[in-house]
């Protein structure tokens, strides 16, 4: 915000080469807000104005950028700046870069680690890819419990760095198990001389350093925490997680959802960074599966040729009724991805949420069949359009609406059920998946209840 | 987790009426475990349990109840109960609560809060609906510049209560303007004489009281911060918002955005505790639009029937090629939709946008033309059910496919600019929308380029 009003001024600094002021304005600034001014910088100025920032602030705000961005900035540095840039990162932003790169990539980075730092990225970079050690930090700060509120002090004063979340104190044993959490504040009301045991409640939330970080995301949700620490099998403290880290994971498995309720892979990188024919490949993909299926309704049509034939005033309404099917599914589906990525049904609930579509099916397509009814008996009260049999046609399409509509719902809102119970994700059922079945299946509904009321008149 | 497992025997404690040993029990329980504990007990032992929970535990667990519950237990409840739960309650929460009941009901719980509380809550209640003043809570520390950090930490002993976060500590000057923010483990790492101005850097982020909540999800974001504080157009500080709450708004705007892409209204409440007419009732609208627009395929349909009965082996293939308009439809409508979501285009990238989904649409329809091409030539290899002119219709279908695809593509990603230029969501050109307005131009594409390819042989 700040950053859009003043940057005129700051390019035109930039233009004249009068780096030490911009560099003495840009001091003040957000690492946030750098990242933004240097997006918007012409190319050739990028780097420049990169250059220019104190180590740590460059580290700061190399970590706000995005990743295409990031590998630019790799690429144009040279390798000690590279270098001074990854060991100042912080240790979770830093793991997230590096997961996105090709492998030889990440190889030649960790080589410019320090082997502190090195040691450090490869621990994170050793859990599996979705798991909350992917996420974790390993700057908390640990202390003991026969310790003094002044040795916690003193022991803050030496470990503190970065911006890492200092708001939570761990408590661990002789043998580095977490035995409990203190709010710094707890701290902060204390006498000097308390002992950290006296401060202690013995009860805290931790995440397992293999859980998925989904998981970690409903804990945080859950427990309102900022910041939550980590354990191994064994109960040692090995890392912590904190809130925004666990906003971007939110944001991404959204995102995720969302692609792949589109009828889609989910895409790795921002809409505007992915190649195009990677977004062709991610999309073709279900595109290809969805066709093929979708013939089908070739085959479908194909066997009720005969009664088009005869009643070519049938295939007027195809479209129409297939449609209510795949429309009706589609929100129910949406309803239940949904409420099962938040938690609010499981799959013990199927049997309830059938209860419900069941009834929500039934009113939907009889509203639905109303209208159609009205729709084609109004036309022909005016037109010839619809043949003299056009109160049987009527009826034919507001029965196998009811049917089509009910048809989608439930299979909508069951198809996220059975995915889940095979292993699959619920999300795959997407928008595009369930009006494909219920095309396929809504044509064989129409033609067999046309079959049944237009039977001796139309056919 | 924990609440799970020893669940069996807190009922059997219940069932034997030894209260005073599941109040013990209790004691030491997080009050989200003590929510979905109470949440699984029998109707019966509900109220029991949650009555013999001391008054501040039983405010925080009220607050970590679905709003279902809650109204359950305010029903259940004396009105002293009622008013010492309210007064506890978190001033954010409780708006969050207030905001969801009935007006008159509002009306009555205001009046059996203090003084003090009815007037915060009144102030929360007071700005509009989806801004940073409903979300923000008062318990924020604000200090003066001349103090020292021991005045500090005097006031912080006086002032702190609730759960509410204190990592934050905030400056404001005579006036209560806000003049900067400094971390409370600043004030821990520095000298107790030291006064709060050497502390100060005078650079803060803060949101206005009247930005949207979607707004401060970005800042929060952009800052990675876990409390930011609130300032009216005076610079007066008014309030902090706390990232917990922030995960809220985030969640509840996904998933309003995923509800309205799935073809519906979005639902106030969770799926599992909305009404069934309720839900009926927000599917209906959007349902019934459709409906309504996909009549224009029947008259479509109708406007090329001549053709249909002249060679009814056309219509075997509309709903192959009207759904796979929908279909890469609603890929591009997600794409452009999500990534207009998390900022990562604007309006102005629309021409951007364009361009790109131009070249996938062309690439998508190639794929599909082909396949579909091939699959009419092999069928008719061995059998005679596409006649003579097989490989003719091969090539309707295949032009059709690349005409429709690349149709899809591009009104599914041109839908969301147009709508928001319109000031409408984005999100609200749902997959079944996008589909629908697929459908009837697929129609015309379809039947067009069969009277160009098939005139003279099959029309």
Redesign the interface.
């Known amino acids: 915000m700040i950053g859009k009003t003043i940057q005129p001024e700051i390019a035109e600094l930039i233009e004249r080469r009068d780096l030490g002021t911009v560099r003495e304005v840009l001091l003040?600034w957000?690492p946030?807000e750098l990242a933004e001014l240097i997006a918007d910088l012409p190319n050739k100025d990028q780097a420049v104005v990169f250059r220019i920032l104190p180590r740590h602030l460059a580290a700061d705000t190399f970590e706000?950028m995005d990743l295409d961005m990031q590998m630019q900035f790799l690429k144009e540095l040279g390798q000690k700046e590279v270098a001074s840039i990854l060991n100042e990162m912080a240790a979770d932003d830093r793991t997230a870069m590096l997961e996105e790169l090709p492998g030889p990539v990440v190889a030649k980075l960790l080589d410019l680690l320090t082997p502190d730092e090195r040691k450090i990225a490869q621990t994170l970079l050793g859990y599996p890819e979705d798991s909350v050690g992917r996420l974790m930090s390993p700057y908390y700060i640990a202390v003991r419990m026969e310790w003094t509120v002044q040795n916690v002090?003193e022991h803050?004063?030496n470990k503190?760095r970065h911006n890492e979340?200092?708001?939570m104190i761990y408590v661990v044993d002789e043998k580095g198990r977490l035995i409990d959490d203190i709010?710094?504040?707890s701290?902060?009301?204390a006498q000097l001389d308390h002992s950290v045991d006296s401060l202690m409640?013995r009860?805290f939330?931790s995440l397992p350093v293999s859980a998925r970080k989904e998981e970690a995301v409903r804990i945080?949700?859950?427990?309102?925490?900022?910041a939550l620490p980590v354990i191994d099998a064994q109960q040692y403290l090995v890392g912590m997680v904190t809130?925004?880290d666990?906003?971007?994971v939110?944001?991404e498995t959204?995102?995720e959802?969302?692609?792949k309720?589109?009828?889609?892979e989910a895409?790795e990188l921002?809409?505007?960074s992915t190649p195009?024919w990677q977004?062709?490949r991610k999309?073709?993909g279900?595109?290809?599966v969805?066709?093929?299926s979708?013939?089908l309704?070739?085959t479908a049509?194909?066997y009720f040729?005969g009664e088009?034939?005869r009643a070519?005033?049938l295939?007027?309404?195809?479209?129409?009724i297939?449609?209510?099917g795949?429309?009706?599914g589609?929100?129910a589906?949406?309803?239940?991805?949904?409420?099962m990525a938040?938690g609010?049904?499981t799959l013990s609930?199927w049997w309830?949420v059938m209860k419900?579509e069941l009834?929500?099916g039934v009113?939907?397509g009889m509203?639905?069949g109303c209208?159609?009814f009205l729709?084609i008996s109004s036309w022909s009260m005016f037109s010839d359009?619809y043949g003299p049999h056009w109160l049987l046609l009527a009826l034919t399409v507001a029965i196998s609406l009811v049917g089509v509509?009910l048809w989608g719902t439930l299979s909508g809102s069951m198809l996220p059920f059975i995915l889940r119970r095979l292993g699959f994700d619920p999300a795959a059922s997407?928008?595009?998946f369930v009006?494909?079945l219920c095309?396929v299946t809504g044509?064989v509904i129409y033609f067999v209840i046309a079959a049944l009321v237009l039977h001796g008149t139309l056919l």
């Open positions: 003040d957000h946030g706000y002090f803050l004063r503190a979340a200092l708001d709010k710094l504040h701290f902060v009301l409640d009860s939330i945080f949700r859950k427990y309102d925490r900022t809130v925004d666990v906003i971007d939110l944001e959204d995102t959802d969302i692609q309720f589109g009828g889609m895409l921002p809409y505007t195009l977004m062709v999309r073709a279900w595109l290809v969805l066709f093929l979708e013939m309704t070739a049509m194909g040729e088009i034939a070519v005033v295939a007027l309404f195809v479209p129409l297939i449609s209510s795949g429309n009706s589609s929100q589906a949406t309803l239940t991805i949904r409420a938040l609010e049904i609930d309830n419900r009834g929500a009113l939907l509203i639905l209208i159609g729709r359009i509509v997407s928008a595009p009006a494909t095309d044509l």
